[in-house]
């Protein structure tokens, strides 16, 4: 009983029990020489008949120890029975969660009927191909057979959806429910229906029993259906990145802890039921789980045209013999010219036989500046190993990163953050979305080490997420050990003590014996003016440096780590104005430090996306550095080529 009381659905095998219930009242002696007739139960469509007021009489003196006894034994049987087939697949305890407290089906009516509300889920599901979601995951097959079923079930379900049952009966039934403290809303619909059923499991012939089995067979369809469509709602909400706000085991609390919730919810089911709360709007709930991240729809619409260069043969490939320069005529510019064009580029007259001239030079420098190379127009052999990659390989690279901003752990893209994308060396500042800030950064190098027998990349930039909440202008740099060993700073310093002088380092010795480095703060000092500070586990931050030459290549990896910036000093000061906290003296050179502790924490998130678009829907792609995407990548061209390859 407890668990009728704890699941709304539950409630609704509730009237099968009825059925058995008042099916058990057929034979007893009260009513066993009363037996309703096939007649007597058409007479019923239009209004109450005398055995209908037998069988009132007979629920007066039998139907509270028989309900009990048919209750009970439904409520030990394991409600999960009636959906065998699902039971592995759907997860029951969200789905409690979801459904708890709510009365009567939200999706579909307790004839089968798909109520407005599950029309706008199912026209959500129709459309999980546009965010490249398979709709295997959200029970397509199932939903589509079971609504088949009651499709076919409809006309006899009409008939039985038209009796009327007699006051008597009703009053008898509705006394007994209130009586054990039932929810009132539920009570009409029960009273209806498990007089429905008893009046046809007493009737004595063929014909009535076989609709009581299919009032029976309908309630099972009916919560099939039902559960299916609001297991595919949670999987749904899943893959649309709900459950990763609510993810504590990620960077969030390894790094300083985030938002603890999600606009006030505890849960991503919680937030799930708010979605759906209103059932005439369930459609625009739902479209707002879907990333809000300018990029993401950027990404969406990249897709799309990506896959449309695919499915039009994509490119060919061309041997490289010689660089592709300005001025050049033959097959290769030829070539090139139908590459170019296969992607969308423009590149004049792509039939044309002339020289290498103006419109592909521009599309070619258009592809170098999109793909982090010197936009100088020369196809020399690295991009043209760039230009021979196929037009699948960028469809996975593009879903790939499409994937990576559902699981984003940027909580609020509306908000105001820092982020910085290591693949693309770009730092940039948000607010209200809309970039305020942008700065481009050096980050980790691409040396190998081996670690646990495995090949590391030694230096590589970590992703990350937390809070920025001091800059330290005029800094010292504690070098790490790993730095000063490979520098060989204390070596220098014990093989002539001036070196350390004339470096502006100090060596500090603690009481173990153990001796440490740092560099005075200074113009040679290696974190520059200003150096900005987060809590993380990686020991890295954001800095300034004195040495400005890498900031000119389009590739830049070559920090031990941490992430230089250009112009650190103009990311200061926007990032204190904002506050109201920027003084004119934190620019001033001295040999001393200066600590600034932001009044409001500024979110800052360091993340690892390959590819992005432009504003005006140029595609970038970038070098997979650190080969963190290699598998996925490799898994979704595996996964596009066999969707590709003609049936057997």
């Not at 509270?64 to 030990?76: H, M």
């Not at 029975?81 to 999706?107: F, Q």
């Not at 609709?211 to 309908?218: F, G, N, P, T, Y």
């Not at 290769?332 to 290498?356: I, N, P």
């Amino acid at each position: 009983m407890i668990m009728v009381m704890r699941w709304p659905r539950l409630r609704f095998l509730f009237l099968l029990s009825l059925t058995a219930a008042v099916g058990l009242l057929g034979n007893a002696s009260c009513v066993s020489e009363h037996l309703l007739t096939r007649g007597d139960v058409e007479a019923m469509r239009f209004a109450p008949g005398p055995g209908l007021e037998l069988l009132a009489r007979a629920t007066a003196r039998r139907m509270g120890e028989v309900l009990e006894a048919a209750v009970q034994s439904r409520a030990d049987a394991s409600w999960r029975a009636r959906v065998p087939t699902l039971v592995d697949s759907l997860n029951m305890s969200a789905l409690e969660e979801l459904h708890a407290g709510r009365s009567g089906g939200w999706w579909v009516t307790r004839h089968g009927e798909v109520t407005p509300a599950g029309e706008q889920l199912l026209a959500t599901l129709a459309k999980v191909r546009h965010h490249r979601l398979d709709p295997a995951r959200y029970n397509e097959v199932v939903i589509a057979e079971e609504r088949a079923a009651i499709a076919a079930m409809a006309p006899d379900v009409n008939r039985l959806k038209n009796v009327v049952w007699p006051d008597p009966a009703r009053a008898r039934v509705r006394a007994w429910l209130v009586a054990r403290a039932h929810a009132p809303e539920d009570i009409e619909v029960w009273v209806h229906e498990g007089m429905a059923a008893g009046v046809l499991g007493a009737a004595g012939d063929a014909w009535s029993r076989e609709r009581s089995q299919e009032l029976e067979a309908l309630a099972d369809r009916s919560w099939v259906l039902e559960l299916t469509l609001s297991d595919a709602l949670l999987t749904y909400a899943e893959d649309l990145r709900v459950h990763h706000e609510f993810d504590k085991t990620g960077p969030e609390r390894m790094n300083g802890s985030l938002e603890e919730g999600w606009n006030g919810h505890e849960s991503g089911v919680e937030k799930v039921r708010a979605l759906t709360a209103d059932l005439g709007r369930v459609e625009a709930g739902l479209a707002s789980l879907a990333p809000a991240y300018p990029q993401y729809h950027r990404l969406l619409d990249a897709h799309a045209r990506y896959k449309g260069y695919c499915a039009a043969g994509g490119w060919t490939t061309l041997r490289y013999s010689r660089p592709i320069r300005p001025g050049a005529r033959g097959s290769a510019v030829q070539w090139l010219r139908e590459r170019l064009h296969a992607e969308g580029h423009d590149v004049g007259d792509v039939e044309s036989t002339e020289r290498y001239g103006a419109p592909l030079r521009e599309a070619v420098e258009a592809y170098q500046r999109t793909h982090q190379f010197k936009d100088d127009g020369v196809v020399d052999k690295r991009v043209l190993r760039s230009l021979n990659k196929s037009c699948e390989r960028r469809l996975a690279q593009i879903g790939v990163t499409l994937d990576k901003w559902r699981e984003s752990r940027i909580l609020n893209p509306h908000g105001y953050f820092i982020q910085v994308n290591i693949p693309s060396f770009v730092g940039e500042v948000w607010d209200q979305g809309e970039v305020t800030h942008a700065f481009r950064v050096v980050v980790g190098n691409r040396e190998v080490a081996r670690k646990n027998g495995q090949r590391v990349y030694r230096w590589a930039t970590p992703e990350l997420s937390s809070r920025l909440r001091n800059l330290v202008f005029n800094p010292y740099w504690n070098v790490p050990l790993s730095i000063m060993t490979e520098d060989e700073i204390l070596e220098n310093h014990d093989a002539d003590p001036l070196w350390a002088v004339e470096a502006h380092y100090e060596i500090v010795e603690d009481s173990g014996g153990r001796r440490t480095a740092r560099q005075l703060p200074g113009p040679w000092n290696a974190l520059g003016k200003v150096k900005f500070i987060f809590p993380n586990d990686y020991s890295v931050y954001l800095h300034d440096t004195p040495s400005k030459s890498k900031f000119r290549s389009p590739y830049r990896a070559y920090s031990h780590g941490c992430m230089r910036v250009e112009n650190a000093m103009d990311l200061a000061q926007h990032l204190l104005e904002r506050q109201g906290m920027w003084k004119r003296r934190y620019g001033k050179e001295t040999r001393l430090d200066r600590w600034v502790a932001l009044r409001e924490p500024v979110p800052i998130y360091v993340t690892y996306f390959l590819t992005q678009v432009d504003s005006e829907g140029a595609v970038h792609f970038g070098a997979d550095l650190y080969r963190r995407d290699a598998a996925r990548i490799a898994a979704e061209l595996k996964k596009i080529t066999a969707d590709a390859a003609p049936a057997p």
